[in-house]
C-alpha cells in the first residue's frame, strides 16, 4: 500500500518559470492538504482539496499560486512567475473519508524541495 | 489564533535514556493532537494522533499523553536508540480552522552512541 507519492522530489527554477508539483494521495484517501515549510520555519497550512473542490485556500497567497486535485490524476501546485522567496520544501498530505475528516490523521508525502535560482 | 509552542528545541542524550518531548498549545479546545517524526530532507512520519477524550496512546516505545485542560502533551521515548534522532513536531487540529494542523516548530533529538 503506497503512501502519499510527491514529484518531483528536487524541482529547481530561474526566477519568472512556473513550478508544478504533484501528489498523489494513498489509496483510498480523497482529502489533500498542501504545506510549505521555509528555512528554519515550520510547517504552515496552504490549502485543503477534497476531488475536483478547493475546501479551504486560506493559507495560500492570493497571486501565483494555484492548486487543483481533478477527478481523475493527482493534485497539483502551480507556481507560476516564481521568486526567490518561494524557495521551500512543500509536503502534501492526505487523510480519509471516514468519520469526521477532522478525526482522522494526516499522512504525508516526503515532499518537494524547490529552489528558485 | 491557536499556537503550538515545543520545548526545547534541540536535546541531546545518550543511548538508552528515557526521554520527554514537550508540546504546548494556547487553545485548549482541540479535537486531537498527532505526533510527527521528520528526517533530514524527508517528509513526516506519522507516530501517534490522539483524540481530545484520550488522556494517552502507545505505540511500541512511544507514549505520548494529553491534558487538554492544560494545553499540554508530551511524548515520550523509552529506552532511547541512535535511530531514534529526529525532528519530532506535534500539531493540533482546532474547531474554526479544523481543516488546519498548527504545527510548533519541533525539538531536534539527538541519540549519541
Known amino acids: 500500500n503506497a503512501g502519499v507519492m510527491q514529484n518531483p522530489r528536487h524541482l529547481v527554477r530561474r526566477r519568472g518559470q512556473e513550478a508544478r508539483l504533484r501528489c498523489s494521495p494513498m489509496k483510498g484517501h480523497s482529502h489533500v492538504y498542501w504545506y510549505r515549510q521555509l528555512p528554519e520555519e515550520g510547517l504552515k497550512f496552504m490549502v485543503y482539496?477534497?476531488?475536483?473542490?478547493?475546501?479551504?485556500e486560506s493559507g495560500m497567497p492570493k497571486e501565483r499560486f494555484s492548486a487543483e486535485f481533478p477527478k481523475e490524476g493527482p493534485s497539483i501546485l502551480r507556481i507560476q512567475q516564481v521568486v526567490r522567496g518561494d524557495s521551500a520544501a512543500y509536503f502534501c498530505?492526505?487523510?480519509?473519508?471516514?468519520?469526521?475528516?477532522?478525526?482522522?490523521?494526516?499522512?504525508f508525502g516526503n515532499g518537494t524541495r524547490l529552489t528558485v535560482t | 489564533k491557536q499556537e503550538v509552542t515545543q520545548i526545547p528545541a534541540a536535546l541531546s542524550v545518550p543511548e538508552g535514556e528515557n526521554l520527554v518531548l514537550n508540546c504546548s498549545f494556547t487553545d485548549s479546545a482541540i479535537y486531537n493532537l498527532q505526533w510527527f517524526r521528520q528526517d533530514p530532507g524527508k517528509g513526516l512520519t506519522s507516530l501517534l494522533l490522539?483524540?481530545?477524550?484520550?488522556r494517552e496512546q502507545t505505540s511500541g516505545r512511544l507514549n505520548a499523553s494529553l491534558d487538554k485542560s492544560s494545553g499540554r502533551s508530551t511524548l515520550y521515548i523509552a529506552a532511547s536508540q541512535p535511530g531514534d534522532s529526529a525532528t519530532y513536531l506535534c500539531?493540533?487540529?482546532?474547531?474554526?480552522?479544523?481543516?488546519?494542523?498548527?504545527f510548533g516548530s519541533g525539538t531536534q533529538l539527538t541519540v549519541l552512541p
Open positions: 498530505a492526505s487523510s480519509s473519508q471516514t468519520g469526521n475528516y477532522y478525526n482522522s490523521p494526516l499522512h
Open positions: 490522539i483524540q481530545s477524550s484520550q
Open positions: 500539531a493540533v487540529r482546532t474547531p474554526g480552522s479544523a481543516r488546519q494542523l498548527t
Open positions: 482539496l477534497q476531488k475536483e473542490n478547493i475546501i479551504d
